[in-house]
C-alpha cells in the first residue's frame, strides 16, 4: 500500500500499529503488505474494532495491538495481539470480503 495510505492509518490508530517496533515482536515496520484497494477495508475494519477493542482493554488491561496486515492467498490478513469472540468475527468478515473486493 502507499506510504501515504499507511501514515493515514498510523496516524488513526498509532496505539494499534507500531511501525517503528521490533520485528521480533511485530511486524509493522515492514508495513501494510497489500494493495491500495484494500485501504477502505481495513479503515472501516478499525472503526468498527474501536468500540470492542476499547471494552476488551478496560476490561483486561491489555493494550491491543496489530501486528501484521497483508495479502495471503488471494485474501486479507490481519493478525492482533489478542482478540475475543467479537473481534474474530469483524476481522473473519473483513478478510471474507477482500475476496470480494480488488486489491489493486
Request: with cysteine; net charge negative; hydrophobic share 45%.
Amino acid at each position: 500500500m502507499r506510504e501515504e495510505l499507511e501514515q493515514r492509518l498510523v496516524e488513526r490508530w498509532p496505539a494499534w500499529f507500531n511501525v517503528e517496533g521490533n520485528i521480533r515482536e511485530t511486524l509493522m515496520p515492514f508495513g501494510f503488505a497489500h494493495g491500495d484497494g484494500w485501504f477502505d477495508l481495513v479503515w472501516r475494519l478499525c472503526e468498527r474494532l474501536e468500540p470492542l477493542v476499547a471494552a476488551e482493554e478496560a476490561e483486561t488491561g491489555r493494550s491491543f495491538q496489530v501486528l501484521q496486515v497483508k495479502e495471503k492467498f488471494g485474501g486479507l490478513r490481519f493478525y492482533t495481539n489478542f482478540n475475543n469472540d467479537a473481534i474474530s468475527a469483524l476481522i473473519e468478515a473483513a478478510e471474507i470480503e477482500s475476496f470480494h473486493t480488488s486489491e489493486v
